[in-house]
């Protein structure tokens, strides 16, 4: 008689996919680092092809079409002058009728792979990365983040909402606080879908549901939320930069750029979050699984939920602490005379008064003297000869100056209120700890300072060969004679991000990509940059909780595997596709909504493009 164990029958092979094959292309894509580098090297190959083949592009400007104003007798009407009268010509719609004007010279293409191209690349290598708009904003508003995330503050302030809610009332509740838990990195991810998920089990509903409610609000309403973050910071500079390529007096893009729209998507996303768990996701939860009680959960865990007397006293600190320095803000800038009332002074402290001033940048002297001018002094210590080429104007109307501190502001209502945190708590109890806690936030970019070094080559690299500005002519011209309405331009580059997040990881990657390309175009057509970054910030967000590539998938499967330990990633991505439908149906429609009302997007962000004068 044998004692062997018969062996198992073979498992059948597992029929692919098309989330498989999404997830397997997505793990043979290089870093984002490195990605950057690889389209760094296409730049300077492409720009050797562009000038070998005589590459030129004709730019344009977009102007009205004028036609001469009449009476309601249809007389013309003329100026005091006697010159006829110039109205703009409307549309059906009532809109103004545009064309493409020529203006300049052809752009050609400049080679890197000439002895000057490789040497302005060696030479500028350190500017480019140190130039990048976005990099001071996320360095200095994560110094901040990092101490009040180090010490607690923002794991224990999710839970004092979560627990004081009404159970009627918990989704919603869950959903929004994940909406604005951008605010605090990456904080959200770790601590609310485990809390979310032991809250629900506490009050007699199924985990799993609280569990892809948070993640619903979290990741799909990343690009929502009351609070400006240090992404909004990359998104602003990177915005500003790409405006830049086609309108030199474009203004800066705020960091708030998008805060009216965001506050209302925060909402939408809510609302939206509620429907699906409510009326979706957790019925369908409970007849495929059963009760709750089924589940089983180690009972220290709801305990340790509860927040000590000393977090509770050091909430109480905190939420003192930022008051006050909202409230020192706010009279800086409401009370005539101080530091931050009204608008920027066109001065500088020694008395020299600002002017802008046209100037046209050389390689090299000779080349400046071909031409007839007399460059002045290199600007810093780089190879950069810069020309006047016109009068100056005085700075008339500068930014209003509370619109320049956004960043200090972050900075302060977040550290503050930390090293309050801290100090009631415990967790900061001497200088060292302090320090540590302040270097956390710094740690927490590296992986992204990482990539901006790379990304500020790639950028560069495509503004010199002057790349740049002919793919957005070429694709600006085309989209204006395509006269498609801009309704569908922002629907369609939704769905082009949404597509995007399935190649492509990561928020401040993809919009570094897409900016130089989409925004020059989209402003030929009257698209504001502003609004363009409010479509992606759509499109990145409702597939964040369904790719693949997302790297927060596994420690949400590892909570999720809690519950159900069969579960494996097809199961979440399908428990989470009805949010991800519904978000990308009722954000596009609320920003469709929104473009139609012409509400501003945020302060000083306009929905439409006007070209400066």
Same mark, same amino acid.
């Given at each position: 008689?044998?004692?062997?164990?018969?062996?198992?029958?073979?498992?059948?092979?597992?029929?692919?996919?098309?989330?498989?094959? @999404?997830?397997?292309?997505?793990?043979?894509?290089?870093?984002?680092?490195?990605?950057? #580098?690889?389209?760094?090297?296409?730049?300077?190959?492409?720009?050797?092809?562009?000038?070998?083949?005589?590459?030129?592009?004709?730019?344009?400007?977009?102007?009205?079409?004028?036609?001469?104003?009449?009476?309601?007798?249809?007389?013309?009407?003329?100026?005091?002058?006697?010159?006829?009268?110039?109205?703009?010509?409307?549309?059906?719609?009532?809109?103004?009728?545009?064309?493409?004007?020529?203006?300049?010279?052809?752009?050609?293409?400049?080679?890197?792979?000439?002895?000057?191209?490789?040497?302005?690349?060696?030479?500028?290598?350190?500017?480019?990365?140190?130039?990048?708009?976005?990099?001071?904003?996320?360095?200095?508003?994560?110094?901040?983040?990092?101490? =009040?995330?180090?010490?607690?503050?923002?794991?224990?302030?999710?839970?004092?909402?979560?627990?004081?809610?009404?159970?009627?009332?918990?989704?919603?509740?869950?959903?929004?606080?994940?909406?604005?838990?951008?605010?605090? *990195?990456?904080?959200?991810?770790?601590?609310?879908?485990?809390?979310?998920?032991?809250?629900?089990?506490?009050?007699?509903?199924?985990?799993? =549901?609280?569990?892809?409610?948070?993640?619903?609000? @979290?990741?799909?309403?990343?690009?929502?939320?009351?609070?400006?973050?240090?992404?909004?910071?990359?998104?602003?500079?990177?915005?500003?930069?790409?405006?830049?390529?086609?309108?030199?007096?474009?203004?800066?893009?705020?960091?708030?750029?998008?805060?009216?729209?965001?506050?209302?998507?925060?909402?939408?996303?809510?609302?939206?979050?509620?429907?699906?768990?409510?009326?979706?996701?957790?019925?369908?939860?409970?007849?495929?699984?059963?009760?709750?009680?089924?589940?089983?959960?180690?009972?220290?865990?709801?305990?340790?939920?509860?927040?000590?007397?000393?977090?509770?006293?050091?909430?109480?600190?905190?939420?003192?602490?930022? &008051?006050? &320095?909202?409230?020192?803000?706010?009279?800086?800038?409401? &009370?005539?005379?101080?530091?931050?009332?009204?608008?920027?002074?066109?001065?500088?402290?020694?008395?020299?008064?600002? #002017?802008?001033?046209?100037?046209?940048?050389?390689?090299?002297?000779?080349?400046?003297?071909?031409?007839?001018?007399?460059?002045?002094?290199?600007?810093?210590?780089?190879?950069?000869?810069?020309?006047?080429?016109?009068?100056?104007?005085?700075?008339?109307?500068?930014?209003?100056?509370?619109?320049?501190? /956004?960043?200090?502001?972050?900075?302060?209502?977040?550290?503050?209120?930390?090293?309050?945190?801290?100090?009631?708590?415990?967790?900061?109890?001497?200088?060292?700890?302090? /320090?540590?806690?302040?270097?956390?936030?710094?740690?927490?970019?590296?992986?992204?300072?990482?990539?901006?070094?790379?990304?500020?080559?790639?950028?560069?690299?495509?503004?010199?060969?002057?790349?740049?500005?002919?793919? =957005?002519?070429?694709?600006?011209?085309?989209?204006?004679?395509?006269?498609?309405?801009?309704?569908?331009?922002?629907?369609?580059?939704?769905?082009?991000?949404?597509?995007?997040?399935?190649?492509?990881?990561?928020?401040?990657?993809?919009?570094?990509?897409?900016?130089?390309?989409?925004?020059?175009?989209?402003?030929?057509?009257?698209? *504001?940059?502003?609004?363009?970054? #409010?479509?992606?910030?759509?499109?990145?967000?409702? &597939?964040?909780?369904?790719?693949?590539?997302?790297?927060?998938?596994?420690?949400?499967?590892?909570?999720?595997?809690?519950?159900?330990?069969?579960?494996?990633?097809?199961?979440?991505?399908?428990?989470?596709?009805?949010?991800?439908?519904?978000?990308?149906?009722?954000?596009?429609?609320?920003?469709?909504?929104?473009?139609?009302?012409?509400?501003?997007?945020?302060?000083?962000?306009?929905?439409?493009?006007?070209?400066?004068?």
């Amino acid at each position: 008689m044998s004692d062997a164990t018969p062996a198992a029958a073979p498992t059948p092979p597992r029929r692919k996919t098309i989330l498989d094959f @999404v997830e397997w292309l997505g793990n043979k894509l290089p870093e984002p680092a490195l990605i950057f #580098a690889i389209l760094a090297a296409i730049v300077v190959v492409v720009s050797a092809i562009g000038v070998s083949l005589g590459w030129r592009v004709q730019p344009v400007r977009l102007q009205a079409v004028k036609v001469q104003a009449v009476d309601p007798q249809n007389q013309p009407i003329f100026n005091e002058d006697g010159s006829p009268k110039l109205v703009n010509k409307l549309k059906p719609n009532g809109r103004p009728e545009t064309k493409l004007e020529p203006t300049g010279d052809p752009i050609q293409p400049r080679s890197l792979l000439t002895a000057d191209g490789v040497y302005w690349m060696l030479s500028s290598m350190l500017r480019n990365f140190t130039t990048l708009p976005a990099l001071g904003l996320i360095f200095v508003a994560m110094l901040g983040i990092g101490v =009040a995330e180090k010490v607690g503050l923002f794991g224990a302030f999710m839970r004092l909402l979560a627990m004081a809610t009404p159970k009627r009332f918990l989704t919603p509740m869950v959903v929004f606080i994940g909406a604005n838990s951008s605010v605090a *990195s990456d904080a959200g991810y770790v601590i609310l879908p485990p809390l979310a998920a032991a809250l629900y089990l506490a009050v007699g509903r199924h985990p799993i =549901a609280g569990l892809a409610a948070a993640f619903c609000g @979290v990741s799909g309403g990343f690009g929502g939320g009351f609070f400006p973050t240090g992404g909004d910071g990359f998104l602003a500079g990177t915005a500003s930069q790409a405006a830049h390529i086609i309108d030199a007096k474009y203004h800066t893009v705020l960091i708030t750029h998008n805060l009216y729209f965001k506050m209302g998507s925060a909402i939408v996303v809510t609302l939206a979050g509620w429907f699906v768990t409510d009326r979706i996701i957790e019925p369908r939860l409970l007849r495929e699984i059963g009760k709750p009680g089924d589940v089983q959960i180690e009972s220290k865990s709801l305990s340790e939920l509860a927040l000590s007397p000393a977090e509770k006293r050091g909430l109480l600190a905190a939420g003192l602490t930022h &008051v006050a &320095v909202v409230a020192a803000f706010a009279v800086m800038i409401l &009370v005539p005379g101080m530091p931050l009332n009204g608008r920027g002074l066109p001065t500088l402290a020694n008395g020299q008064v600002l #002017a802008r001033q046209s100037v046209e940048v050389y390689e090299d002297i000779k080349l400046a003297h071909d031409k007839g001018v007399t460059p002045e002094r290199t600007l810093v210590k780089e190879p950069l000869i810069v020309a006047t080429t016109g009068k100056p104007s005085l700075v008339e109307r500068p930014e209003h100056r509370w619109s320049q501190v /956004i960043v200090p502001l972050i900075f302060f209502a977040s550290i503050l209120p930390g090293i309050a945190f801290g100090i009631v708590t415990g967790a900061i109890r001497n200088q060292q700890d302090f /320090i540590q806690a302040f270097y956390h936030g710094i740690r927490g970019i590296v992986p992204v300072l990482g990539i901006m070094f790379f990304l500020g080559q790639f950028v560069n690299y495509f503004e010199y060969t002057k790349l740049d500005r002919m793919l =957005a002519y070429a694709g600006g011209s085309a989209l204006v004679n395509a006269e498609l309405p801009i309704p569908l331009l922002i629907v369609l580059f939704v769905l082009l991000v949404i597509c995007g997040d399935f190649a492509i990881s990561g928020m401040l990657s993809k919009f570094a990509i897409l900016a130089p390309i989409f925004i020059p175009m989209f402003m030929m057509v009257g698209i *504001s940059p502003e609004l363009t970054t #409010a479509a992606y910030r759509i499109g990145d967000s409702v &597939v964040n909780i369904i790719t693949p590539l997302n790297s927060y998938l596994l420690i949400i499967l590892a909570v999720l595997q809690k519950y159900k330990p069969a579960a494996g990633l097809g199961t979440q991505i399908s428990l989470m596709l009805p949010y991800s439908v519904v978000l990308g149906v009722a954000w596009t429609a609320f920003l469709l909504l929104w473009y139609v009302l012409g509400i501003d997007l945020g302060p000083g962000s306009p929905l439409t493009y006007s070209p400066s004068e």
